[in-house]
């Protein structure tokens, strides 16, 4: 729990997962078939998603105080063209550092994003038109 009293996990919605390739040896893949087999799992991605989810429950504390220090975002950030286009009227250049999921509104130009975004730091998904991610290349880390 977060000092407001929400979860740093938030909950996913339908749609919003992104797929994760992990390479394991025979003997570990065998072994999960036979834990799926005996009925311990659903399926092999049950078991995956139940190992990740118990490791980050171990490191929650690290966690929270890394995005404190980081000051990051934590969850899904919606970036419309109205606020980018407020940042630029202020003279404000954003610096994006999301930890899930960073979109740019698909009506945001490639101008536009290069005159109100400094940086993108995203650990976990970014999405934003193809103009965009192009304009922006140099400035994603």
Do not use: C, W
Request: proline letters at 1%.
């Amino acid at each position: 729990m977060d000092s407001s009293g929400g979860s740093l996990e938030p909950r996913q919605r339908a749609g919003e997962t992104e797929k994760m390739t992990v390479n394991v040896g025979v003997v570990d893949l065998g072994q999960v078939d036979l834990l799926v087999q005996e009925g311990f799992y659903s399926n092999r991605s049950d078991l995956v998603r139940t190992a990740l989810r118990n490791q980050l429950a171990l490191h929650a504390d690290l966690l929270k105080q890394t995005v404190a220090r980081r000051t990051l975002t934590v969850g899904l950030r919606h970036f419309s063209r109205a606020e980018l286009e407020r940042a630029v009227v202020v003279g404000q250049r954003l610096q994006i550092e999301v930890v899930g999921l960073a979109r740019i509104a698909d009506d945001v130009s490639a101008e536009l994003a290069l005159a109100a975004i400094e940086s993108v730091t995203v650990l976990g998904a970014f999405q934003a038109s193809a103009a965009v991610r192009r304009a922006l290349s140099g400035r994603i880390r």
